[in-house]
């Protein structure tokens, strides 16, 4: 359960960061089934296969001085190249399902299984940006779905303007949204310890940043109720990975339940032939 005051700045900053999500004697296991998942899209590096986030390294000062491109983060957690069945683990965690239920209620579905790193030769330094769709977007700061990152260690990557979710943006903010990645008023780095969980509203200001010196290893899922009426675009390729890796069978039931939910769901997804394309404009 989240505490009164964390609620509070959920629905107000749009962010709240929950403590000890994963015990400290539960870390290795995680670690090493990130590290082995890393080292294999590092040895695949075109971005279709693992859905890999690249980065380019670009001297701001001389954008046209491209030297290398690397990974910083992947959304097939679930291709059986790189499933690991930690990830799925991660899933029967009561204090994170019992955090989560504090805002969407306890009939969830999975919507994404990814993960974030630091790159080895290059920064990462993501543009201010917000994720999604408009229409689901609320005023009152409530939404359907959540993301959160999960540290496996210390992170301190993820910045955002608090109380942005809420509210139109401001000029400064909008000449930034997309190319900049300059300060702005009020923004807030976010500290996540070993096991720490951020959850973040999709429409607040935000991005990420991370040299090349840190050892970012960082889940990033997505939980939703079952009555979204959108969900991924990536719907098909999940429910072929889920069936080629027999995960029904072997899934502790909590777990299995945000699955079936999942496959047994009926909406719209985003980019399908009945859902037109709507990308999200300021
Ligand atoms: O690095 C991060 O934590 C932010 C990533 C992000 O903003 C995104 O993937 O849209």
């Not at 399902?97 to 209620?105: F, H, K, R, T, V």
């Not at 979204?228 to 429910?239: E, R, V």
Request: aromatic share 10%.
């Amino acid at each position: 359960m989240l505490t009164e005051e964390q609620l509070d700045q959920w629905y107000e900053e749009g962010y709240c960061i929950v403590k000890d999500v994963i015990p400290q004697g539960e870390l290795p296991k995680y670690r090493e089934a990130f590290e082995r998942m890393v080292t294999k899209v590092r040895a695949n590096p075109s971005r279709e296969r693992y859905n890999t986030r690249l980065v380019k390294n670009i001297d701001r000062k001389n954008p046209n001085a491209i030297s290398e491109l690397e990974s910083w983060g992947c959304d097939f957690l679930l291709h059986p190249d790189l499933y690991e069945p930690a990830f799925t683990d991660y899933l029967n965690n009561e204090k994170l399902l019992s955090s989560l239920s504090s805002i969407l209620g306890s009939d969830l579905r999975v919507e994404g299984l990814k993960a974030l790193w630091s790159p080895e030769r290059v920064d990462y330094d993501l543009f201010w940006h917000r994720d999604g769709l408009k229409e689901i977007y609320s005023e009152d700061g409530s939404q359907k779905h959540l993301q959160f990152n999960t540290a496996l260690y210390r992170d301190d990557s993820f910045r955002l303007v608090p109380g942005s979710h809420r509210r139109p943006l401001t000029d400064a903010e909008l000449a930034q949204v997309r190319v900049g990645v300059d300060d702005l008023p009020g923004q807030l780095v976010c500290v996540l310890e070993p096991g720490d969980v951020l959850f973040m509203h999709s429409m607040v200001l935000h991005r990420g940043k991370s040299p090349r010196t840190d050892m970012r290893r960082t889940f990033h899922y997505i939980l939703a109720r079952t009555d979204l009426p959108i969900g991924t675009a990536l719907l098909k390729q999940f429910k072929g990975w889920y069936g080629e890796l027999r995960l029904d069978d072997q899934l502790a039931p909590t777990a299995r339940k945000l699955f079936r939910n999942f496959l047994n769901w009926e909406g719209r997804t985003i980019n399908d032939e009945w859902y037109p394309n709507l990308p999200y404009k300021e």
